[in-house]
């Protein structure tokens, strides 16, 4: 009997043995313009898949382009991964254009689903727009010889490679492997992963290798929620967007203490916006012109300056938003689109300059706190006023000794005209 329970066991324990024994495939899936989140998502994918013994990343693309400094990040990863590497455009109607161009020639294998599209890669400024002449000849050059290296290093077209960037040729799939610069068209990552077995492929520094895929199993590891919204907070609008939300914030704040929803939402917005900064390419004069702005919108409270002060802030404010991500590298030109800088700028001027209104009519008016606040305030006569001018008066439910005109009488309201010590001067209330 206790053969046979062991002879069971021994038969169950088989097809987990060999499920854990079979190879696993890796999927990674960038469907998010080129970031810095996505290239940590992407070495953090890869560095997972060495660890475990992988036999295969594939590194799924969908993406319109992104940043060149990212994109280098990327490349890199791919190219030193010790994981054979398959960059993968897909599913059908997806493209890899411009930067995502560079990322499918860094694969070992380089592949397309049907219906997908790839190339365009000409470097243009972070809105679509053409760079100046002499940005742009160095950004050609440089991305043309990145290009030329990839595709050296992976046995690829070179010069259909080089058309992409010089040229912003496109290709589909079927154009794409006529030209050599895939080696295969597959429907999905299964069909992939099945055209790829026993497929050989030279690694990078010479080393030759064959893919064992045959049963093999997918582990899908797509981008976590914190690095697909560090993405969204990476893009410059909403990176000055929220600059803008956070120093209003925290200026409401200082305006008026005690508020602390305003102020914490600043700091958060701050902060975020400063991860966004240490990844773009910012203009540290174009900060130092929103720092100067908000700092004399401050000064205007604190000074009478006529508006003086307010209309430099606005100025600067201005100017410091047209130049903040004006001092990117070649190939980056990011900057902040004008349709997001102009209502930013209206509902930010508008915000503090009501604030600064508010703040400056509170400064000027009497004080609202201890014995001062008394001033103006109703009083009722509880003992009369004779020929030395003093009597009691009740305020706020309170007795107090008072000094006022003669003949003055219980019940009569008077007027709190001053405070002296702890006497209160009154007159009638028709004076």
Known sequence: ?????????????????AAERAPFVVEARIDTAIHPASANYLKKT????????AALVVVTLSTPGGLLS????????????KVPVATFVAPSGAQAASAGFFLLLSG?????????????????????????????????????AFIRTLARQRGRNVEKAEAAVLQSVSYTETEAKAAGLIEVIARDVPDLVAQLDGRRILRVGGAETTLALKGARIEDRPMGGVERALGVVSDPNVAYVLFLVGLVGLYFELSTPGAILPGVAGAIALLLALYAFSVLPVNLAGLALILLGIALFVAEVKAASHGVLAVGG?????????????????GEGYRVDLSVVLPALAATLGIVGLLAWKTARLRREPARTGLAAMVGEPARVVE????????????????????GPEGLAPGETVRIASVTGRTLHVERRNA
């Open 1 to 17: 009997m206790k053969r046979r329970v062991l002879l069971v066991f021994a038969t169950l324990a088989l097809p987990v043995a």
């Open 46 to 53: 890869i560095g997972e898949a060495e660890r475990d013994g």
């Open 70 to 81: 990212s994109t280098r990040a990327m490349s890199s990863t791919i190219l030193q991964s």
């Open 108 to 144: 070992d294998v380089a592949a397309m689903a049907p219906g997908t599209n790839t190339g365009a890669a000409h470097p243009v400024g972070g809105e679509g727009q053409d760079l100046p002449k002499k940005l742009n000849e160095k950004a050609e050059q440089d991305a043309r």
């Open 314 to 330: 606005a100025i600067a404010l201005v100017a410091g938003s047209l130049l903040l991500f004006s001092g990117g590298s070649a």
């Open 384 to 403: 009369g006023f004779g020929p030395a001018g003093e009597g009691k008066v009740q305020v706020f439910g309170e007795y107090w000794d008072a000094a």
